[in-house]
């Protein structure tokens, strides 16, 4: 069966109903700043979260190296970890000073990519495309911010308890 998803106000009252405290005792800020502290540990216990994963399309433009890759997507994107081609062939990753060493010499290799970087939220293609190459792009992306919009949490909702227990503790630990 499904869970109700907690929202930020939910996560907020559930704590004031656990501590029996109002906001003269402590203040919504307050409480806004351990939810917030909660949640980023959480994510920042893993890069890779599955409700993080995103995949999008992007199409090459012939002699265009580089495309800043959230023109592409309306996630804003994290880390990219694959490019495949319509034949399914994946393109090698390269890190972009070992590509700048390679490729961006005088006379810039082109032809279909077969590598790719990700740098400054940029795809960098390697060698130059010389056609439109229709890719296909794996990416995770940066969690949304859910508590200033005072949605539910961006991710599982195993994730809400756990949330509201966490500003439990730290409530307690500052008294």
Known sequence: MAQTRLTKADILQAVRDITELDSTDVSDSLLT?????????????????PFLEVSFTLTTVADQQSYT??????????????VVDPNN????????????????????PVGRPT?????????????????????TVRAYR?????????????????FDLPLVYYVVSRVYQSQ
Do not use: C, K, M
């Open 33 to 49: 700043l351990y939810l917030r502290d909660g949640y980023n540990r959480i994510v920042d216990l893993e890069r890779r979260w």
């Open 69 to 82: 890759v959230n023109d592409f997507t309306a996630h804003d994107i994290r880390e990219v970890i694959s």
């Open 89 to 108: 062939i994946r393109l090698s990753y390269i890190d972009y000073s070992e590509a700048e060493a390679q490729f961006l010499t005088p006379a810039t």
């Open 115 to 135: 590598f790719f970087s990700f740098w400054a939220d940029q795809i960098h293609f390697f060698p130059r495309p010389t056609d439109a190459y229709a890719l």
């Open 142 to 158: 940066h969690p949304t911010d859910w508590v200033t919009a005072g949605t539910s949490p961006d991710g599982p909702d195993a």
